[in-house]
């Protein structure tokens, strides 16, 4: 196994580990940045998403949403790419520190436990409450709750993950 392959797999880690990993950073000063989502089919957009997001702070989280939890969001026919190879894609971007899977229907247990100084999510969530629409980012309200922020980037316009796979169903 090459050093590339073990540097990639070592940002992989489980809840109880990222925990005890981002504490110790933030007990050093660093601000943590967390985002979470399915990235299902790495794009462009998910590209510039995930290089804004580590801009906003010292290290970036990655919540990836367990296979389960993605055929609940998005329908019996995803995901494309199983947890553990989504897993490893996105922890060998040099933009992301720290990558876990979680099964729960949203990112709020894992932002309870590790209460990032910044969580983000795309701009599709915006809403009247400090720019948030908590309806559709319950997440929003811990956050606010423990004193931190929360900021919303743009999507880059036609690139989803939604609309590549109606690409390639139409060739």
Known sequence: MSKEMIETRSKVLSRAQLALEVARR????????????????????????????????????LGLNSDESVRHLKGPTRPLVSELERAELLAALACIDYVTIFGEPTASELIVTLEPAIYVKGGDYAGSVHGVDPEKLPEARIVFGYGGEVSLISYLPGHSTTELIQKIQRL
Do not use: K, M, P
């Open 26 to 61: 933030q007990e050093a000063g660093e601000r943590a940045v967390f985002t979470n989502g399915c990235f299902d089919l790495l794009h462009l957009g998910h590209i510039r998403y995930l290089q804004e997001a580590r801009s906003l702070g010292d290290f970036l989280i």
